[in-house]
């Protein structure tokens, strides 16, 4: 099972936002209207999640994808799909943006070349497998940091208290913890009622 929390803002009334729910209700596909727990996700259908994303992308301010708590990982197409298709699908300001897959640098290049005009107040990248967080880390800094595109960042790619925390700050981006920034879905819509 592939956990997509695709949440829409609370005035999303447009008739697009409605029908692309709905559609996915037809489809028996989520059993609430705000997280979608997509289940049987691989490389051939994520294109319906994706469209979805896409549909609504003027209400949205809340995006999570995360591939890990259900042993994804090692669906390496998966991630790499995700990673190329997102980056030009996405608003021009997401409020929270929340990406746990198996990260290609080449996807993530990717992913940050195709949402280049996107401002994402806080972002939270994670990388289960920790390879190459250097690389990962020097891509965070060349797409996101120089670009300030980012107000808050939660990465597993730096160690709180490191120099890169200082680094990022000075663009004025705040470093946190993963589980500082990291919003339980639950949580959320319980403080939107």
């Not at 490389?43 to 042993?71: H, R, V």
């Not at 990717?110 to 880390?137: A, C, G």
Request: aromatic share 8%; charged share 25%.
């Amino acid at each position: 099972m592939t956990k997509i929390c695709i949440i829409p803002n609370k005035d999303c009334t447009s008739e697009i936002c409605d029908r692309s729910i709905s559609s996915l209700y037809v489809h028996s596909l989520i059993d609430d209207p705000v997280e979608k727990d997509l289940q049987g996700f691989d490389d051939k259908n994520i294109f319906s999640a994706l469209n979805l994303i896409e549909n609504i992308q003027q209400n949205l301010n809340y995006l999570s994808i995360c591939l890990s708590k259900f042993g994804l990982y090692q669906s390496d197409n998966l991630s790499s799909l995700i990673l190329q298709n997102l980056g030009q699908i996405l608003p021009n300001r997401l409020e929270y943006l929340s990406l746990d897959l198996k990260i290609n640098i080449n996807d993530l290049k990717v992913f940050f070349n195709n949402s280049q005009n996107v401002f994402i107040r806080r972002f939270l990248i994670r990388e289960k497998t920790h390879q190459d967080s250097e690389i990962i880390l020097s891509c965070i800094k060349q797409y996101v940091m120089k670009e300030k595109r980012v107000a808050y960042l939660a990465t597993d790619s730096i160690p709180i208290g490191s120099n890169d925390v200082e680094e990022f700050k000075v663009h004025g981006i705040q470093v946190m913890r993963y589980d500082q920034l990291h919003i339980q879905v639950y949580d959320f819509i319980n403080e939107l009622s």
